[in-house]
Every structure is written in structure tokens, then in C-alpha cells.
């Protein structure tokens, strides 16, 4: 009978555990639909304004008013690790982390690598080895253009001084709610244009180059960084979504396993009352 207690007692613990999984599944589920629409519709936007970016850096070449797109020797490299504040999203953060990890062991090796902390997961475990510069995880309590542009605009001045010769994202690109792509993204300097030059171009510029670096650039950079965080939010809510859907499928198992041994314990149980019974039964007659 004490066996049985304890089953009854794992039944409801998993019973218990599949209910709030499967909550957690339906919340993310919401919240992922609402996340999916927003860079779903903000995605071709900026990648046409990081192309534009890119031709213009190609084409101020040697200007020296665009300081975003100064090349220097990489001697410290800022990594911009764009993670979340909870758990429970499968691979996830860890994903950024070994992501992360590799950055500064293998790509970077040799040379200083430093961080800023989106994320409150990868904050504390990038910090526990590197200088975390600065932990920006508020930003998901309200994510808005305008608080990831306060957050672009210090990353762009630390490049401009000198700080650090280059900025890198390393985020989950969204693509559907089962798959996340770990993704690895020049920040600063502006990446030059791939393919055939666009010097050989001719560009009418309206207004001036001048004012076309000084407002068009900073806010494209705004924009990437913008989609980036929006791409690893909308990542997270699906990772956590598929995560919470196979813990539940999970959970459900255990549960019908364990209801299987229940039965079988119970009807040994009630199998070995009726022989005693019997037992007994007989002994008197005799």
C-alpha cells in the first residue's frame, strides 16, 4: 500500500507539472503570434535600409565624415550578446552563450573581447569570465524602437572614440517557431557592400552627402540593432512555445506510465487480499 501512496503521489506531482507546461505553452503561443507579426512586417524594411547603408558607406569611401565605416586594426571587440531574461526556452540562451564562447576563444583569440549583456541569462554567465560593459536585459520589460535606439546610440559612440575597433551581434534570427538561427552580425564598422563596387555608380545625393552620414546612417544602425533584439524576442517566445509543447508530451507520458504501474501495483494488491480471503476461508473450514 505504501507503493501505491507514492504513486498516487507521482501521478498528481506530474499531473501538476503538465498543467503549468501546458499554460506556459499556450502564453508563449500568444505571445509569439503578436512577436512573428512585428518582424515579420519590420524585416524587409531593414534589410532594405542596411542595404541602402552599405552602398552609401561604399560610396563615401575615404570621407572622412563617415566614421561609422572606419576600418581599423581589431585590436578590442565589443560583442553584443542578445539573449532573454527567463529560462525555460530549451536551447535558447545556452545557444547564445556557445555562440558567445567561440567569439572570444577561436574568432577573436588573442585580442581584448568585452560585452554587453541583453539578457539577463547570458549576463550571468558571460560575467562570471569577461567584463560585461554594460547589462541592457531592462530593455525587454519595454521594447520599443525608442529605448533600443538609446542603447545603438551608446554602442555607436564607443566605436567613434576609439573605445573599441569593432561592435558584434550575435542573436537568434527568427525563422519559424521550431527553428532559431544562431546568427553572428558585423555591427560596426559598417560592413562593406559584397559583390561589384558601387563606385562606378553615379549618385545624385539629396540633400547633402554631409547630412545624408550625419541622419541616414545612425538611424539605419538604430534599425539593425532594433531588429536584431526583435528577432531574438520573437526566437524566444517560439524556442520556449516548442520547449513547453515537448514537456508537456513528456510530462503526458510519465503520467500514463506511471497510471499503468498504479493499476498493475493495485490489482496485485487486490489480488493478494482476495487469496488471503481464501486463504483464510479455507483454514476454518478445515
Known sequence: MANLKELRSRITSVSS?????????????????KAQMAITAMRPYA????????????????????????QREVNKVLVVAIASNRGLAGAFNSNIIKASKDLYENVYAGKQVDFVAIGKKVNDIVSKTHTVVSNKSEVFDDLTFANVADIAQELMEI???????????????????????????????????EG???????????????????????KSLKTQLYKAIRDSFASEHG???????????????????????????????????????VGGAEALNN
Open 17 to 33: 507539472t503538465m498543467q503549468i507546461t501546458s499554460a506556459m505553452k499556450m502564453v508563449s503561443a500568444a505571445k509569439l503570434n
Open 47 to 70: 534589410d532594405k535600409l542596411t542595404e541602402l547603408l552599405q552602398s552609401l558607406s561604399a560610396s563615401l569611401e575615404g570621407d572622412s565624415s563617415s566614421a561609422y565605416s572606419e
Open 159 to 193: 566605436f567613434t572614440n576609439g573605445s573599441y575597433d569593432k561592435v558584434v551581434l550575435v542573436y537568434n534570427k527568427f525563422k519559424n517557431a521550431a527553428t532559431q538561427i544562431v546568427t553572428t552580425e558585423q555591427f560596426l564598422p559598417i560592413k562593406p557592400i
Open 196 to 218: 561589384e563596387s558601387n563606385n562606378n555608380v553615379d549618385y545624385i545625393f539629396e540633400p547633402s552627402k554631409e547630412e545624408i552620414v550625419e541622419q541616414l546612417i545612425p
Open 239 to 277: 524556442a520556449r512555445m516548442t520547449a513547453m509543447h515537448k514537456a508537456t508530451d513528456n510530462a503526458t507520458e510519465l503520467r500514463d506510465s506511471l497510471k499503468l504501474q498504479y493499476n498493475k501495483a493495485r490489482q496485485a494488491a487486490i489480488t493478494n487480499e482476495i487469496l488471503e480471503i
